[in-house]
Each structure stands twice: as structure tokens, then as C-alpha cells.
């Protein structure tokens, strides 16, 4: 079984930092992960500091398996992990310029990308994009969860797209939980080929083109609970073919292939202020969506900020949780109370 | 305000085209922060080497960190990738003297316009041993 190598990229150079930029990793530990290092090769990323990582990322020149592969996220145990909307302080991210390329590019097969805000403000004229996969042949699968990916770049755009899939047949993409937004499309794939795709509960909006474009495509797409809102045309997914399977997904316009939810606005917690949490009087996605969490090709059971999904399953990245039952506010309650107690007790002991 | 980040081991590949166009090579430049950046724990030999270049501004050596780009635009009018790095530095090149200290402190500080505290080397001596893949000609430009 392979090992996991985990070395920490913090831009601030905190305590026990490996490197300082993701750059810079995977420079310094690319390679054949199959072989004698027989390796999962982890980049946790920090920003104890509050400094953004501002260079873009490559992923090529390594050798990796469906066991033997590249992960890059940041710990949801420590807390340099964005809460579902972009943040700055001391929250990972990677905020660059790349033209024709995405802040984060992978010409590898298997590559896991996890709870990152990536920005790419280059010019929108120029292809700037959020993540480009480039790997063209063999098997591979990418996984791309929780993550936020925001085009910030000026200028008409081509090709500025937020997720880029270069697909081949053999190529299997799981993609979850994300929100997409500010771009000219959300999430494309034009290849003309037979990859799988698993495109699960994430929230593209505003993009001036499509939120998801796929066309033309043989292999497998499957599209389950996406909300698509303020794009230009919500989905365009003409032309397919192969196995392609739809179920609850989303759109503002009449572009969803799941008629019923054709023409649903939904109430985002604040929409200008790019925090796409759902809102509580939201009632076009709450509870409107599939269950997945035993869905034969990619299941699980929580949001992009973690909490878990129950019931019937909110459509798009965020499940909506009311405020009193989250966790951190019973924690909260639950120190106050304790506190009030040992207040009274001491109040009491004074007065015996 | 720069130090360059410079991969000092080879990185390689079974696959040619995935070794020249992914791999980087001993020499050739990763990452550019400024003169304040503290490096990381694995950003220093025996896999990394710093060249310390006070005063000058990064943007000024960004350029040295671009990937060597294909002559024709594909049919997206995107300009490939074809080499990982289009510059490199011929650190085996270099006087014995300057190569001992980089597998010392894994550093050299070079001297750029007037800059007057204590250093290794001048721009105009170590942008000889900086090597324009794909020209095949060394560095002549001033900073």
C-alpha cells in the first residue's frame, strides 16, 4: 500500500513548512510515484501569515496510478480552508495571472484537488482559466471537490473558462462540491471523445457564456444536482451521446435537461456579495435534490464546507443547515452554558 | 527586490516528450519571491539552490521562470508547451568556487547596479552561465 508523504506549502513560512509555494513543490517532488517510492504525494497547504500563493501551478513530468497519486488540499482539521465563500486572511489560495493556462494546469492522470480557492485574473481575452487538465492519453481520473474557482480577469473573453477538461477516452473526471463563478463558462468540455464524467452538486453562476457545456460527447456524463444561476445559457449539452444520465439539476433559464427545474431563481445568502450559501427563504433548491450519498460512481454525504447532508439533499454545492443546529453554534451554546453554570456556582459558594 | 528559486537535481521521465516538456532540469529556474521571502525547509540543497539578486524587482526576472512555448498556436490559438523552463542555469559551468558554495549555504548573491553590500558575483559574471534554451545563447540583458 502506498505511503502517503505529506509535505506542508505554506507562502508564509509558518512552522514546519516544506515550501513555500505550490510551485515550488511540485518541483521539488515530481516524479515516478509508482516505483520504489510507491507514494501518495500530499501538498497540505497553509497560509499561517495571511500571504496568497501567487504562482501558477504545473502538474507534469510525474508517473502516477489510481493508487499512487498527486493530492493537493488544505485539512479541514486545521483552518486554512475557505467556509464556502472566498476568503482572504489566513485561508489558503492560489490568486495568479495565467494566460492560455489555469492557475492550477495538470498534465497528469491522477490528481486529487480539494477545498482550494483558486483566482485567476488574467485576461479574460487571453484564456485564462481556474484549472486545465492537458493529460491526453493512458487512464486517468481527477478529482476536483470543495474548491472555489473565480475568474477575475478584464477584457472579452475566449476561452475563460473555470474548469477546462481536455477529455480522452479513458479520462474520468469527479467533480463536486465547487462553486464556479465569474467567468465566460463555468465548466466546459468539447472533445469530441469518450471520457466519464461526474458532475455532482456544484454552483456556477455568472459566467457570461454557459454555467456547463458539454458537447459532442460519447463515454459517460452523468450530471446530478448542479445549480446553474446568472449565466449566460445555464447548460448546453447538445449533441451527446453515450451513456448520459441527468437528475435534478438546476437552471435560472429554461436550459436544464431536467425540465421541472427549468426557470427556478435561487435565494443565495448574498448573491452580490458572491456568497452563494443558500438562503434560508430559498425555496427553489432547498430540498430538491438526489441523494447521492450511494450513488454507484462517486458518493458522499457532506457540502463544501462540510456539513453533512440529510433529508432530502439541497441542489448545488452548499446544503443548507439552519443556523441554531450547526455544530459551532451548539459548541458556542454549549460554552456559555457552562459558563453561566460555573458563574452561579461560584456566586453560590460565595454566599454559603 | 528577487531570489530566484533554482531546481539544482534533474527531474526525469521515461517518456521523452513528458521528460522535456514536464521535467525540470538541473538549473533551471522554478519560482521568483522577493528579497524578505524565507525559504521553506525543502527549498535548499540537495534539491534547490537560491540566487539572491538584492534590489531588483521581481517582475524584472519573472521572465526566467517561463516555460519554452511551441512556435505555432494550436487550433484552440494557444502556444504549447515544449520545454518545462526556456532558461537554465549552467551551475556545472560555473568558477569551483561559486559551485562550493552553493552546495554549502545552497546560495550566491549577485551584485545588480549599485547595490553595495557584501556579495558573490556580479550580474554581468553570472548571466553568462544563463543559458536561452532555445536560442542556445547566453544572457547578455542587463538588470
Known sequence: MATEVIKIVDPD?????????????????????????????????????????TTAVTIDGWTTSSTQYIKIWTDPAESY????????????????????????????????????????????????????????????????????????????????VGIWLDAFTGFTAKIWNNIIYDWQVGIRDVSYTNPSYYIYNNTIYGCTTYGIVFEGLGGTTRLKNNLCNGNGTDYSLSGMGGTREYVTNLSEDTSSPNDTLDSKAVSFSNEGGD?????????????????????????????????????????????????????????????????????????????? | ????????????????????????????????????????????????????????????????????????????????????RLWKFRLDDMPTAALRKLRGNGELIIKVGDYADKYDYTWTQVRSYLRNLKTNTNETASL
Open chain 1, 13 to 53: 513560512n509558518g512552522s514546519g513548512t516544506n515550501y513555500t509555494s505550490l510551485s515550488a513543490w511540485e518541483a521539488g517532488e515530481q516524479g515516478d510515484l509508482t516505483g520504489a517510492r510507491d507514494e501518495i504525494a500530499v501538498a497540505k497547504c497553509r497560509c499561517t501569515g495571511g500571504t496568497a500563493d
Open chain 1, 81 to 160: 480552508r475557505h467556509n464556502g465563500t472566498w476568503q482572504a486572511g489566513n485561508k489558503y489560495r492560489l490568486l495568479t495571472a495565467s494566460l492560455y493556462n489555469g492557475v492550477i494546469t495538470s498534465a497528469e492522470g491522477y490528481v486529487v484537488l480539494e477545498g482550494l480557492q483558486l483566482n485567476n485574473s488574467g485576461s479574460r481575452a487571453e484564456q485564462a482559466m481556474g484549472f486545465r487538465n492537458t493529460a491526453s492519453s493512458g487512464t486517468a481520473e481527477l478529482s476536483i471537490s470543495k474548491c472555489i474557482i473565480l475568474g477575475s480577469g478584464t477584457g472579452t473573453p475566449t476561452y475563460n
Open chain 1, 275 to 352: 456568497d452563494f450559501h443558500l438562503a434560508a427563504a430559498d425555496t427553489a433548491a432547498k430540498d430538491a435534490g438526489t441523494d447521492l450519498s450511494a450513488d454507484g460512481a462517486l458518493a458522499f454525504s457532506d457540502d463544501i464546507d462540510g456539513s453533512t447532508r440529510s433529508g432530502t439533499w439541497d441542489i448545488g454545492a452548499d446544503e443548507y443547515v439552519a443556523a441554531s443546529s450547526t455544530p459551532l453554534f451548539r459548541r458556542r451554546l454549549n460554552i456559555l452554558l457552562r459558563l453561566c453554570l460555573s458563574t452561579f456556582n461560584l456566586i453560590g459558594r460565595c454566599f454559603k
Open chain 2, 1 to 84: 527586490m528577487a531570489q530566484i528559486l533554482v531546481k539544482a537535481i534533474d527531474a526525469t521521465h521515461s517518456d521523452a516528450t513528458k521528460d522535456r516538456r514536464g521535467c525540470y532540469k538541473r538549473g533551471m529556474p522554478v519560482v521568483v519571491m522577493p528579497d524578505s521571502h524565507t525559504w521553506g525547509l525543502d527549498e535548499r540543497p540537495p534539491k534547490f539552490v537560491v540566487l539572491k539578486l538584492p534590489g531588483v524587482p521581481v517582475e524584472k526576472v519573472k521572465k526566467y521562470i517561463e516555460p519554452e512555448r511551441e512556435d505555432t498556436a494550436d487550433a484552440d490559438g494557444r502556444y504549447q508547451v515544449f520545454r518545462r
